[in-house]
Antibody, heavy 120, light 110 residues
């Protein structure tokens, strides 16, 4: 069974750094892209970017380029989303998701989400 | 601000047919497949429709998708109480070089 398990909720202050994780299991982790999707509380879904764990090739939405870093460690079947300096506007639920085929989309498998709260 | 526009809300009584629209442009819906997701309260989104009106295993055939030009629609027939959720369309946008989601539609079962 394909599963994506994300790290737990985080409460951070503006300016702090953060790295959240998404561990895949039940499939060959290096064969499928993993994407990240943001959902601000009460708002819609936003595609942030995607990574191919096989060679760590990462692509970003223009809206998130330079704002976050997507990485992966294939040895432990884990993808990451990180910030170097958080802002209050980064407060959101973040989902990792895997496409149902070897392409970039659509997303058929989703993690449970990681809630990130940034507040002074 | 999303490039795919959906009505904020839709509603129907049990058993009715509800249709949700998704309006885009030639760079997204006009040239690429449209996907639909369902998000139940407090849960991760779930893929409902992909490709040319295909459903993942386990998705009831009450859900169907269609596309015409730069617009798409999701139809829910035989509406049930468990269909009360937020629904999002999505498509690849060739101009933005990004996967874009619609603004979302909240479906209420009256």
């Amino acid at each position: 069974e394909v599963q994506l398990v994300q790290s737990g909720a985080e409460i951070k202050k503006p300016g702090e750094s953060l790295k959240i994780s998404c561990k895949g299991s039940g499939y060959n982790f290096t064969d499928y892209w993993i994407g990240w999707v943001r959902q601000v509380p009460g708002k819609g879904l936003e595609w942030m970017g995607i990574i191919y764990p096989g060679d760590s090739d990462a692509r970003y939405s223009p809206s998130f380029q330079g704002q976050v870093t997507i990485s992966a460690d294939k040895s432990i079947s884990t993808a990451y989303l990180q910030w170097s300096s958080l802002k209050a506007s980064d407060t959101a639920m973040y989902y990792c998701a895997r496409p149902y085929t070897s392409g970039w989309y659509p997303f058929d498998y989703w993690g449970q989400g990681t809630l990130v709260t940034v507040s002074s | 601000q999303s490039v795919l526009t959906q009505p904020p809300s839709a509603s129907g009584t049990p058993g009715q047919r509800v249709t949700i629209s998704c309006s885009g442009s030639s760079s997204n819906i006009g040239g690429n497949n449209v996907n639909w997701y369902q998000q139940l309260p407090g849960t991760a989104p779930k893929l409902l429709i992909y490709g040319k009106n295909r459903r993942p295993s386990g998705v009831p055939d009450r859900f169907s998708g269609s596309k015409s030009g730069t617009s798409a629609s999701l139809a829910i027939s035989g509406l049930q109480s468990e269909d009360e959720a937020d629904y999002y369309c999505a498509a690849w946008d060739d101009s933005l070089n990004a996967y874009v989601f619609g603004t979302g539609t909240k479906v209420t079962v009256l």
